[in-house]
């Protein structure tokens, strides 16, 4: 794993470019939230028995969902209603209150990353960032020391 130390105001934040060796680390993501406080775990779309991160998908001809593994490093994810095209840049959304999630930073292929937040009080100190761009499967974890994460081995 890379990572870097951002120094952002009066907090360090780790962050982390997720890789997919990281699933030997069995960490999963337990919450996660828009930045409405809307959760969007969910036990419709699971993945190893883990609820999926699911998110609504806009582009300027369809709309759909998309499931994401929440394990750390899981490279899975499942479209539904949505046809996949490769290399196009989408607005990912809350499937709650349909409202985009919020771009922090710029991804290496140039289109951006938005923040998924890990913690009720959407601090972009506690986030996972993922790339707009249908195929690119860069992502990033950015936390401080109370990212709760759990271990596979503890759950179930
Ligand atoms: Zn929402
Ligand atoms: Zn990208």
């Keep these: 794993m890379r990572f870097a130390w951002l120094k952002g105001g009066h907090q ?12 030997a680390k069995n960490q999963v993501i337990r919450e996660c939230y828009c930045h409405n406080g809307h959760d969007v775990l969910t036990d419709q779309i699971s993945f190893n028995g883990h609820p999926g991160l699911t998110l609504k ?21 499942k479209f539904l209603d949505f046809e996949r095209r490769p290399g196009e840049v989408v607005e990912i959304c809350c499937p709650t209150c349909s409202e985009p999630f919020p771009v922090y930073n710029q991804c290496d292929c140039g289109a951006h990353l938005v923040a998924l937040f890990t ?12 790339c707009q761009r249908i195929g690119c499967l860069h992502s990033e974890l950015i936390s401080e020391r109370n990212l709760r994460l759990y271990s596979r081995t503890y759950y179930f």
């Design 12 to 23: 360090t934040q780790q962050r982390e470019v997720i890789n997919q060796e990281d699933i």
């Design 119 to 130: 913690s009720p009080n959407a601090s972009f100190s506690q986030c996972v960032g993922i």
């Design 57 to 77: 998908l806009r582009s300027q001809t369809q709309e759909g969902l998309l499931s994401i593994s929440p394990v750390i490093g899981d490279r899975e994810r």
